[in-house]
């Protein structure tokens, strides 16, 4: 209509009308559209799930795949979309950087489930899809032990524990009525990452928490609360952290010798 203002919707809308019967928004387009931020510069992108002849439309990339699957049309603002699973193959073959920010984007925000992004990676990397690499190295920076993760800390807690041989830990576990970051099994320890919104808490937060921390210590477990900075920076020295309160609250663990022998030689260390 004369005097409407242009939007990126109003364009990827056109496209996906102008092509082809049964085409959708695919690829940067498609994940704009779920709600993954874009660069505003990003080109329009449909996918065309027939063999007929498209226009040429300045501006507008038109993808004929061979592999259909997983093309069946979501409607996402009125404009028919890749779902998904799909975009998520697609987005990897034409920015794959940008998948790791957009598989966190889909399982923060429960929009597909660990599962059936791993089994959409099975069925589409049996077709040799470019953007399956991508989408398989990203989906294992998001999920742990089949669980999503909250945040980028929580991921790096992980890798930690791993790289410093400390014992095993269950991700998201369930004590005691409630849902911790990380349990290390056979212990009394829980260990809680925080990340820079943690500081800027209501208070009602902060004492639910507090509560929450005292009613497990009532049964037994005892919370260590770490912040963006030490995870993020000082790994080795949360590491040591860890492993000197899991010899005071579980004797039993065999922590390594190379670990012990290691403290010992830092310890004897002049300063």
């Known amino acids: 209509m004369p005097g409407a203002v242009g939007t990126r919707e109003q364009a990827i809308c056109a496209a996906v009308l102008a092509t082809s019967p049964g085409s959708l928004a695919s690829h940067r387009s ?45 409607r996402r603002q009125n404009i028919c979309t890749t779902n998904v699973l799909r975009l998520l193959c697609d ?81 998201h576990a369930r004590i005691a009525g409630y849902e911790v970051d990380f349990w290390i099994i056979g212990t009394p320890v829980v260990l809680e990452c ?27 477990y005892i919370t260590i609360r770490f912040a963006f900075r030490p995870i993020m920076r000082r790994p080795g020295g949360l590491a040591r952290r860890i492993r000197g309160v899991l010899r005071q609250w579980a004797p039993h663990l065999d922590l390594g010798a190379d670990s012990r022998r290691s403290e010992t030689l830092r310890a004897q260390k002049p300063s």
């Open 30 to 74: 498609a994940a704009y559209l779920w709600g993954i931020p874009r660069p505003d510069d990003d080109p329009v992108e449909v996918v065309v799930t027939r063999r007929t002849r498209t226009p040429d439309l300045d501006a507008v990339i038109v993808h004929r795949p061979r592999d259909l699957k997983d093309l069946k049309p979501v």
């Open 91 to 171: 987005l990897g073959a034409v920015d794959p950087s940008a998948v790791s920010a957009a598989v966190g984007h889909v399982v923060t925000t429960r929009l597909a489930s660990p599962a059936a992004l791993r089994a959409a990676i099975d069925r589409h990397s049996r077709r040799g899809r470019h953007g399956v690499p991508a989408f398989r190295a990203a989906l294992e920076e998001w999920v742990i032990d089949g669980k999503p993760v909250d945040s980028l800390l929580e991921k790096t807690m992980d890798r930690l524990l791993r790289e410093h041989r400390l014992p095993p830990a269950e991700f």
């Open 194 to 220: 925080d990340g820079w919104e943690f500081h800027a808490k209501a208070r009602w937060q902060q004492e639910q928490d507090a509560a929450r921390d005292a009613d497990l210590a009532a049964h037994g």
